[in-house]
């Protein structure tokens, strides 16, 4: 008797461990070919609605590059995060544009740096990008990021001596801080409206077929 009731708890041991075995797996998801060839193409169109970018940095006003742009940089970049659904593609597509930005306006290149603090925010509360509003939180975040990192830039580390007096021109209106607010709030809400029209051009793109799973 004492030999049976070995045997099954043997054979009870035994199932439990071939079901754990059964168990799928949570594989870390890697990037392919198509995935970066698919987010550099995301780039160039944004690029191209970024085309105003030369224009907007002469106009002295606080915000104006975010306001120019905001459209463009959630739009798009939110239609790349659909469709490579992975950790990290804002920030891949961040490093291609300021490959471009750098040589237009070189502290556009703390691009980077917002797309990481974007990218980590949305991970807190999303753990990644399965739900399709977890790409608009991070692409409505994207650009507005830019205003803190760029007044800080020009107010704390920035030097300005002589002729570089015309670099800081654009934050004229810098020190009203209603006006600071206003057009923060105003950079929020226009890519948050970019936002969910990428992801609505999106939706159309995948159900005509255009872009495949």
Known sequence: MQRKELIEELIKNTSGISNDLDKPTKKIERYKIKDIVFLAIIVVCTLIGGAVMPLLVNIP????????????????PVIGILKVRKFGSLIIQSIFISFFLIFMFPPMVLIIVCAIIA????????????????????????????????YFYYNKIYTVNGSEKGAVSMYIGGENIYL????????VVLCFIGSLIGMLIFKELRKSGVLKK
């Open 119 to 150: 990218e980590i925010i949305t991970f807190i509360f999303f753990r990644g990008y399965k739900n399709d509003y977890a790409a608009v939180l991070a692409c409505t975040l994207y650009m507005p990021l830019t205003i803190p990192l760029l």
């Open 180 to 187: 600071m607010v206003g057009i923060s709030l105003a950079v």
């Open 61 to 76: 006003f606080f915000g104006i590059i975010e306001l120019g742009l905001g459209l463009q940089f959630s739009i798009f």
